[in-house]
């Protein structure tokens, strides 16, 4: 089996105005398509970040793929990962995912796996959960991930979506949204986005949230970095018992030295939240020093940046060893990306606790894939039966999304932009900002 085409699409969809600490989601979202086409007719497919430097950086593997053996593919780009700073410390403090150059090449990696994946699987007639080393579960179990957010549902001119969740800029408005997730889509978890409003405001909406959905619910808080040691303390002491169930603190302030910090100064108020992190700990080479520290007890994959879904298994088998939980990232993205997260997912045994998943807040409207959108049924996504991912592009929804890329002006993603044009021209991303 041989590659015959290798072909990139460059596509946009619509994204909400959702906050973090990084800022304010621009009204769309850049994606990456690749597709691999063997001598056989059969394609392989793979979705990933958006924008014109991951075009570029797949684009310059052109002469490495045409004309190979995609399983050897993967042997031959392995130094990809294996070697060169995006080996070692590649920490995203500082960097939105998908814009950090020191992890450009594990990115790149990863499509280029996940196709061959794909390509592989469909022609053998296997899942790529199967053919990546064997599932040990059929249903992959996702999180609720609220944001605070403007009102609005994305998109701009002519091209503007309705606002599904409406604003949610209080408690209340964000508990409602959750409540309304909750119903459609059967989420069991809540992952919240944090470090937005005064610390204050956020202790209460997940004392809300707790109020609403029970104490069997657990419930996560994620505030990248936005908070000091001392803030990071005062708020793990106030949700000791809503964080406690299932729960983790992830992120809550930078460096691996600040959340040891963070860490130690909990355990002495009889606190044993873990910490969680897809921020310290990007890489095999942030393990050691996380570990030594007690920086980290849950490490956030994603086969995205990490370099692939085979690299996502050695480091749950390396957390595993260490004592630590595993729990799954995510960005924007399109059910091409939710249905290989859900592989690598079904094909990872230390998976101890429910995937992030933006997923949720893009619509059918943009979908890429054959059929619409992935179903996600009491907040699970079944690993389809057929081989591969499981799915074909939908065409004419793919040459939407390339039109819409070359009509849109943004070529990376930006929140600090978009929060000094719509929220406050001085804006500036603060570490810590409380």
């Keep these: 089996m041989r590659i015959k085409d290798f072909r990139i699409h460059s596509i946009a969809m619509a994204d909400p105005p959702l906050r973090s600490s990084y800022g304010l989601h621009q009204p769309y979202a850049l994606r990456n398509v690749v597709e691999l086409e063997s001598e056989d007719g059969v394609v392989g497919i793979a979705e990933t970040y958006g924008g014109e430097e991951p075009a570029t950086a797949l684009e310059a593997l052109r002469e490495h793929v045409l004309g190979t053996d995609p399983w050897r593919l993967l042997g031959d ?14 920490s995203q403090t500082h960097h939105v995912p998908g814009e950090n150059p020191l992890d450009a090449d594990a990115r790149t990696y990863s499509a280029m796996e996940t196709a061959c994946l794909d390509l592989i699987g469909k022609s053998l007639e296997v899942p790529v959960c199967d053919l990546i080393g064997g599932r040990v579960r059929d249903a992959v179990n996702f999180s609720a991930y609220p944001f605070y957010k403007h009102a609005g549902g994305g998109g701009e001119g002519d091209d503007l979506r309705s606002d599904e969740y409406g604003e949610a800029l209080s408690p209340e408005q964000l508990v409602a949204q959750v409540r309304q997730m909750f119903d459609q889509y059967g989420f069991c978890d809540v992952k919240f986005k944090g470090g937005v409003l005064d610390p204050e405001i956020e202790i209460e909406t997940i004392k809300q949230l707790r109020q609403e959905l ?4 657990p419930l996560r808080i994620d505030p990248n970095c936005a908070w000091s040691v001392d803030t990071s303390v005062k708020v793990g002491l106030a949700l000791a018992e809503e964080l406690s169930n299932g729960g983790y603190l992830e992120d809550p302030t930078a460096s691996l030295e600040g959340m040891a910090e963070v860490r130690k100064r909990l355990l002495a108020e009889g606190v044993d939240t873990p910490l969680a992190s897809n921020v310290s700990v990007t890489s095999f080479g942030d393990l050691p020093e996380a570990v030594r520290l007690d920086a980290v007890q849950v490490v956030l994959c994603d086969h995205h940046y990490w370099g692939g879904m085979r690299q996502v298994q050695r480091l749950a088998k390396t957390c595993q060893t260490f004592g630590l939980g595993l729990s799954m990232h995510s960005n924007s993205h399109l059910g091409i990306s939710l249905l290989a997260m859900s592989h690598v997912a079904a094909a990872t045994p230390h998976l101890t606790y429910a995937c992030d998943t933006h997923y949720p807040w893009q619509t059918e409207r943009d979908e890429i894939a054959m059929g619409g959108c992935v179903p996600i049924e009491d907040g699970q996504v079944v690993i389809p039966d057929a081989g591969g991912l499981g799915v074909e592009l ?6 939407r999304g390339k039109e819409l890329y070359e009509k849109i002006p943004y070529r990376k993603r930006d929140d600090a932009a978009e929060m000094q044009k719509y929220v406050d021209p001085n804006w500036k991303r603060l570490l810590p900002r409380w």
């Design 77 to 90: 780009l392995m130094p990809m990962v294996e070697s060169g700073a995006s080996g070692m410390d590649r």
């Design 214 to 217: 029970g104490p069997d619910v």
């Design 394 to 399: 939908d065409h004419d929804q793919l040459e």
